[in-house]
């Protein structure tokens, strides 16, 4: 069978027994388990004990102006992305949120507010992150609101446009389309700008750029995302907005983020041990195996990515991103055709897009993943699968 096959041997009868199953295999959420693995190999080198009595209090650093940012996870970020070279930290403020989900609607709030004219209008390039249209509506703010495609967007007034690079869903490096810089705002989210992912070609250097701890290192459980942003008053704007919102993060995360990430610091130039050696060539074989099924049969379409030279491996490699934007050649619902299956996944619909398209995570555990490559396999031509 198709991807069972490829199962380590000690796991290949668990594996057949699910392919063969009718279990619902849940590719739609993003949860990042696949590194489970490699953390478990650290066994305590990460571990976190925090007394009863430690972190009490609400405040952090009251000289900052994220006043619940704990300092030595300031500092951690800061080493990884010197160590990563993947964004400028000098001169910047850093916000700490309760994932990057929370601090774009932070940024929302704190960009918005810098016009006059409201609401302001959001937009992002199709296909875009399908929860950018909740968070920009689903309090009905009149700040701010969801207008749609950035690339027909031709309305009026100030506006505040998402760009995600690379890209969820489609992997695809983005900048920002929207021409009028006068009157507009730019949010430049890169939790994927990590080189498990993609080629880390150059040194992001933009005015607000957001990170997630959860799409590194898979600890999606710990909510802890970060900003780093230049100008002091949308900094402080985000913070009085995390403040009413949730009264600062967790101590307790940010100390096992702060952990996590000076060990990635640490090792990351040692092939043996780098998470992000592991990483990418966990994601680079997902990759591989998930193209060799879409190109046995003539019934499914997926992105070329081009290759390029990562600063950071020092070597040319390909894209492996987080999320596949697998398209059906036919004009056919394909999450419906999926989940006859049992495979869920997000429809493009949600991203803007035709339902011929959809997202599917590839950051599951390794046997979903299998079961998925089965599955998939067995839609082998367009022929076969007309209603």
């Known amino acids: 069978m198709v991807g069972c096959e490829n199962s380590k041997k000690s796991d290949s009868d668990s594996n057949k027994e699910k392919c063969l199953s009718d279990d619902v295999i849940n590719l739609d959420q993003g949860d990042p388990t ?35 940012l704990e300092p030595e996870l300031e500092k951690a970020i800061k080493a ?50 399908s929860t950018y249209v909740e968070e920009a509506s689903y309090v009905q703010s009149s700040l701010y609101k969801w207008e749609g495609d950035a690339r027909t967007f031709d309305k009026n007034g100030p506006y505040i446009e998402l760009v995600t690079s690379p890209n969820n869903p489609d992997g695809t490096m983005r900048e920002p389309v929207v021409n009028r810089r006068e009157d507009g705002k730019v949010i430049h989210d890169f939790a994927y700008y990590w080189p498990h992912y993609t080629p880390i070609t150059r ?25 780093l942003v230049k100008d002091v008053e949308v900094a402080k704007k985000m913070v009085q907005y995390l403040t009413i919102n949730s009264i600062g993060v967790s101590k307790e995360s940010q100390t096992r983020a702060t952990t996590i990430l000076n060990e990635l610091t640490k090792t990351c130039r040692t092939q043996s041990e780098s998470f992000f050696e592991y990483g990418y060539e966990k994601m680079k074989s997902r990759w591989e195996r998930l193209r060799e099924v879409v190109e046995s049969g003539d019934a499914f379409t997926l992105p070329n990515y081009p290759q390029a030279f990562c600063n950071f491996f020092g070597k040319t490699i390909s894209t492996s991103p987080a999320f596949a934007w697998l398209g059906y050649k036919e004009e056919r619902d394909l999450g419906s055709l999926l989940k006859e299956k049992k495979v869920l996944t997000r429809g493009g619909d949600r991203c803007g897009c035709d339902k011929k398209y959809v997202r599917v995570s590839m950051l599951s555990r390794d046997n979903d993943f299998d079961v998925f490559i089965h599955r998939l396999a067995t839609i082998k031509d367009l022929k076969c699968n007309q209603p």
């Open 34 to 68: 696949v590194f489970q693995e490699y953390w478990m190999k650290k066994k305590d080198r990460c571990t976190v004990v925090i007394p009863a009595w430690d972190l009490m209090s609400y405040f952090s650093d009251t000289t900052n102006v994220c006043w619940f």
């Open 80 to 129: 990884l992305h010197g160590a990563i070279g993947n964004a400028a930290t000098e001169e910047r403020y850093i916000v700490v949120g309760t994932g990057s989900s929370q601090l774009c609607q932070a940024a929302l709030f704190a960009l918005s507010s810098l016009f006059e004219v409201k609401p302001v209008s959001i937009v992002a390039a199709v296909p875009y992150y």
């Open 203 to 227: 040194r992001q250097d933009h005015d607000l750029m957001l990170f997630t701890f959860s799409k590194i290192t898979g600890h999606a459980g710990s909510r802890i995302g970060w900003a």
